[in-house]
């Protein structure tokens, strides 16, 4: 299928010149931010950290983490939108690490750098082939025991839009949107490599959207902690005898008691 990804970057400069707040309206961004505050709250999701938001825009949302303490990075192809998203981090008074780069790209970050990684509402723009090569490099730069959290649309609301074969949307011939049905969106999640911890579906009348936390268990801790000690639920009292600043274990503890190791 025919992709443009950089196409996206004819819309931000639309968008910025009509005075407009990002990609999505006020309201959007708002019912973003709820379900992201909501997703943030659980003890396994780290609270600070290196956190990078994959498809960042315009940095509505990154900005806004950074606020909360995280030593926030955003990436989009867009240069108008990295622009936006640096003007924004500056009247916010925080310092987020903006860089203009593709998803599918990501060699300026090393192997394991990140705490969190964030799909904003990037993943259902990534078509056919890209999107486990998205997905591996998401599990690639995140850390044994952090979180990947994902917001995607999903499920029928908007099937009419889909191409029934493909279930992309397309413009003229360019696939711009996946609307994956929720289990297959699932299963791709889980052929990269990831353990999914959470999953549920949003609905309104436009649109569904998945919302699933996710992470990546190390080598380290399938090597310590045989699968009886999480029956008993001996992990949470282990839990306080390591530090996460270096080995990222109580974290994985924490995921390993909910993914049923």
Known sequence: MKTCYEMHDR?????KDEGQPGWDPCEVCEKFRGCLEETLKPEYVPKRGRLL???CGAGNITVWLAE???EAYGVDIAPTAIEWAMQRAQKHGVSVDFRVGSVLDLHDFPDGYFDVVLDGHCLHCIIGDDRPVFLKNALRILRPGGAFLVNTMCGETMAAQCDPASRCIFVDDIAVRYIGLPESILEEIRAAGFEIVSSNV???????DLLVTATRIGKAWRAISPASHIVSGLNQSWAGAFSDDETGLESEMLWAGLIGF
């Open 11 to 15: 819309r931000y400069k639309m968008l």
């Open 53 to 55: 938001e994959l498809g």
């Open 68 to 70: 909360k303490g995280y």
């Open 202 to 208: 949003v609905s309104d009348e436009e649109s569904q």
